[in-house]
């Protein structure tokens, strides 16, 4: 009798329990469907195409390595890869400068001051199209304010005047373009960090004798390394991920990029939707992938030694 009443309590309270966790299951499904479908498939298909040659009509082929080896000796996908590099070493510390410049200034007693970071903010969150539009008509070659400005007053020739978006200097203008306008964003990170930071610190070095850099120095900085650490992160992925910023800016109205402005967001589109090499072009995103994840990692491994100085 006893044995049978435990039975009934044990079957009652697997019951239980799996109620629960259907109950729980159930909130977590929708999220993770969406996950599974858009995301986890995609990347697995993805990576399992590298090693595959298809159009999106004819059978698929499996080529090995083939794709890889191609990379090698493919001059469009070199000029994207080494643009992209410049463009990532060129924007990451210039906008962590900037950024936390304007967060310091910004975080002071000022006359403005809500104005002043609402204007630093608002290049992040005003339109791509029209902001490129207005940089495009400021840098334009023979109408642009900037060029006119080399003419008239520093007398430079017309016919040596730069025309900004080509050769070289695309490069140059996306830099300058994307600091300009991501600063502000990580500014507001910046000005949450700074928040953190005890005031108490910074008058205890001001009546030990501490000037401003060496405020900056040991006080500032240490207090921030969390959140520059989360900011090099991001800043380092997005800019790895450049693509609407340079179709816009330096592809014009053909949306087509030169050699010089050839980034790899675009060179793995190019591939997949002008070509249908979807095989090639997972190539690409999978050399992308591993160096995003490279660098990710040696920025963890260079926080987590710093941190433990």
């Known amino acids: 009798m006893a044995s049978g009443t435990s039975d009934r309590l044990a079957r009652s309270r697997k019951r239980r329990t799996l109620k629960k966790n259907l109950v729980a299951y159930s909130f977590i499904a929708p999220n993770f469907i969406g996950f599974a479908v858009f995301t986890l498939v995609p990347i697995t298909f993805a990576f399992l195409l590298a090693f595959l040659e298809w159009d999106g009509n004819n059978p698929i082929k499996f080529v090995g390595l083939e794709n890889f080896q191609a990379l090698v000796k493919d001059k469009f996908f070199i000029a994207s890869l080494k643009n992209t590099i410049i463009y990532s070493v060129g924007t990451v510390p210039l906008t962590l400068v900037t950024s936390l410049g304007l967060a310091i200034i910004l975080n002071k007693e000022i006359k403005g001051r809500a104005f002043f970071r609402t204007l630093g903010f608002f290049p992040y969150v005003a339109s791509l199209v029209a902001v490129t539009s ?20 520093f007398n430079v020739p017309k016919e040596k005047l730069p025309n900004w978006f080509t050769g070289n200097l695309v490069l140059v203008m996306l830099i300058l373009f ?57 800043l380092t992925i997005n800019c790895f991920k450049i693509y609407d910023i340079a179709v816009m800016l330096a592809g014009g109205s053909t949306n087509t990029l030169s050699v010089s402005s050839m980034v790899l967001v675009y060179y793995i589109y190019q591939n997949a939707f002008n070509f249908w090499k979807l095989g090639y072009s997972s190539a690409v995103a999978m050399v992308l992938f591993v160096l995003v994840l490279t660098v990710t990692l040696i920025q963890f491994r260079g926080q987590s030694k710093y941190a433990n100085e």
Do not use: C
Not at 134 to 153: C, D, E, Q, R
Not at 193 to 200: A, D, K, M, N, S
């Open 134 to 153: 207005v940089w495009t008509m400021v840098f334009h070659s023979s109408k642009g304010p900037v060029n006119a400005i080399l003419y008239y007053l």
């Open 178 to 234: 994307s600091v300009w306008r991501f600063m502000g964003y990580y500014m507001v990170m910046f000005l949450a960090g700074l928040q953190t930071i005890p005031r108490e610190l910074y008058e205890a070095g001001t009546i030990d004798g501490a000037n401003a850099w060496q405020r900056f120095r040991y006080i500032t900085l240490p207090g921030l390394k969390p959140t520059t650490f989360l900011v090099s992160v991001m």
